[in-house]
């Protein structure tokens, strides 16, 4: 058996794929063979790849939105001036830090596969890295991987335009399946359809006049329901053993507001997920 | 007299306010109070004891969520003794972990029997991890015995899982612990 966890999109809401790994990993004592992630996904892939889910929890849980984005005042004009409409600076600092060199190596020392999705503007298809990738490249991949087009600006890599791998692949399960996984723990960030409430208009801390927002980032949310496709398809045509892990219920609706107490909420939200799910 | 008497009552509210605390129990001038971790981004190369505190507090307050205000307030003061006993130098006997397991499964909780002993159950699946990832040598213990090391490790993991529960109702998105 190939076991993969797969590690879907979703920003802040993220904090709920980092309580669920929390109890595959350590509870559950699982050792993945393949860690796929796209987007908040593909910054946990490198820890769950690298065995280090305590770091990886201390992380989500003191993050804040200043480390990961510059948010102008200006709100939807700002896609008219820059093309989008949050810096990725501070993010970008955020990775220089936290993917390092050793780490790189003992994801590679560990022999896990992993697979971090961005997608290719010009040529229209997801692309993947792993720690086999030279270090910058890698770097550039799971930066791209976020960068959710119109919110963040596209990352160019050897010319091409990258961007946020969740377009296509917000729940990459179809890589694992591409590279062996027989066993795959799927987790999307939000609810499924029928656990979503009606949310309001308007984010509450949203910049500007929020439509332009309020629409893209409530598309990121609705992306994941790709999983549930993705799944049907994979197993019934490849056999493929696939458990999925949502939230009971959305709990918060803007994935772009990274407050510590609501990302703490989330993890222990997707530890007991988990642990009901997966007793 | 009365514009005096009101201002002077409003500068003693404020004062008693300002020296309350803000995760202790207490509201007396000498009851000793949680001190709670500063916050900030973790380190990238977490030591043995930050790896084992990051592990246990999210089985921790995960189970904590569902407490009642009584068996929070329990828990609290259990957390509190810990703190003191394993900041002693050498650490107080209840700061030993089986020491320390002791006294938690022996809480009492009115509403959800499995409460604290579920707490206690995600020690053995942390401190297994902890212990394969850092060889005996390679652990920040100061040749303590690993019974005090671990339960020193576990008594931050539950204080932060006290705080961060307690600050979560007013911190925002620069908030922390």
Known sequence: ?279 | MPKISWSLSTVALAFALACGGSSGGGGGTTAPSLTCPAAGLPDVSPSYSETVEGLVVVPARANLRSATEGEMSVFRDFVLELQLACGESPAGAACELGALRSELTALTTADHSGLFTDIDASFDAALTSAHGDYPAPDRDCDDEAEGVCDGRAIAAALVRAVCELTDSSDDDESGGH
């Open chain 1, 1 to 279: 058996m190939t076991t993969a966890i797969v590690l879907g999109g979703g920003g802040s809401l993220g904090a709920f794929s980092v309580g669920v790994a929390r109890w595959l990993l350590v509870d559950k004592g699982i050792r993945p063979d393949i860690v796929t992630g796209t987007s908040t996904g593909a910054l946990a892939a490198v820890l769950v790849a690298s065995g280090e889910v305590s770091l990886l929890s201390d992380l989500y849980t003191n993050v804040s939105t200043r480390d990961v984005l510059h948010q102008s005042f200006l709100g939807d004009l700002d896609v008219v001036l820059h093309g989008y409409t949050n810096s990725v600076e501070p993010l970008q600092n955020l990775i220089d830090e936290y993917l390092t060199e050793e780490r790189r190596q003992r994801i590679l020392d560990r022999g896990v596969k992993l697979q971090i999705a961005a997608l290719n503007l010009q040529k229209g298809v997801v692309e993947y890295a792993g720690a086999g990738s030279n270090l910058e490249r890698l770097k550039k991949f799971v930066l791209a991987s976020s960068c959710q087009p119109a919110l963040m600006p596209t990352i160019e890599i050897d010319g091409y335009d990258y961007v946020d791998g969740g377009v296509m692949q917000m729940v990459p399960v179809q890589r694992a399946v591409d590279i062996g996984a027989t066993k795959i723990y799927a987790v999307a960030t939000s609810a499924a359809p029928a656990d979503r409430p009606p949310i309001s208009r308007r984010f509450p801390n949203s910049p500007g006049t929020d439509v332009f927002n309020y629409t893209l980032r409530r598309a990121i949310l609705l992306m994941t329901d790709q999983l549930t496709d993705d799944m049907i398809a994979l197993q019934l045509e490849r056999g493929v053993d696939i458990t999925a892990i949502r939230p009971a219920r959305t709990q918060t609706p803007d994935p772009l507001e990274f407050a510590p107490s609501e990302m703490a909420a989330m993890m222990d939200a997707g530890y007991l997920r988990a642990r009901q799910l997966l007793p």
